[in-house]
Each structure stands twice: as C-alpha cells, then as structure tokens.
Nanobody
Framework: QVQLVESGGGSVQAGGSLRLSCAAS????????MGWFRQAPGKEREGVAA????????YYGASVKGRFTVSQDNAKNTVYLQMNSLKPEDTAMYYC???????????????????WGQGTQVTVTS
C-alpha cells in the first residue's frame, strides 16, 4: 500500500545543481527512513543518501559526501536531495526508496528495501 512519488530529475551541465523530492503515503510503520539509490547502465546500483523521518539519522555515499545534502519535511513524509557540484559520473537513474531503518543503505544486501519509487533520470553533461 506504500506509494513513493519522486520528482526533480533533469539535465544539467557539470557544476550545476538539481533538487530531488520523494513523498511517501500509506506508510503505517512506527518509523520510516527514505532516500535514494542510483544506477547507471552497466554499473551496480549504489546508495546515494537517506534520512529517517523525525530524527537526524542520515546516510551519504562516499562519492557524494560534501556535494549532496538530504533533508526532510516531517509533516509531509517527504525528503529532498539537494545535489550540487554535479559531475558527469552522477548521471544515472535515481530511485527513491523507503524502509523502517537505514540498514539497506548502510549494509547493502543485509536488509532488503521493500518500497521503491518510479525513478527519475539525472543527466549531467560536460
């Protein structure tokens, strides 16, 4: 019953910025963590960033630390990913995801993430 709706993808030049949004509905668990994974053609899916609603628990992938910032709107079960200083290697399909904790990001493969958004394409040109 959980639905994730994400938006904000697009095409920008290297050094530019984009802001992704992901809103969750129908989530009845006692807690929720939301964030993004990304996958480029021929590459493995990798964790980007995530945050737990109503707390300060966060995750950032090593390749985006210092450039991307995740934030939350607790009242709306919505998270935002501000992506600055974008590089061509950031080009990928970005998928919003939700779970009860951050384990799917911290320890990939240990905890399966049950809920996924439809994906939004981010393209960074040189």
């Amino acid at each position: 019953q959980v639905q994730l709706v994400e938006s904000g993808g697009g095409s920008v030049q290297a050094g530019g910025s984009l802001r992704l949004s992901c809103a969750a509905s129908g989530y009845t668990a006692s807690s929720i963590c939301m964030g993004w994974f990304r996958q480029a053609p021929g590459k493995e899916r990798e964790g980007v960033a995530a945050i737990c609603i109503g707390s300060t628990s966060e995750y950032y992938g090593a390749s985006v630390k210092g450039r991307f910032t995740v934030s939350q709107d607790n009242a709306k079960n919505t998270v935002y990913l501000q992506m600055n200083s974008l590089k061509p290697e950031d080009t990928a399909m970005y998928y919003c995801a939700a779970d009860s904790d951050l384990m799917g990001w911290l320890l990939p493969g240990t905890r399966a993430i049950p809920y996924w958004g439809q994906g939004t394409q981010v393209t960074v040109t040189s």
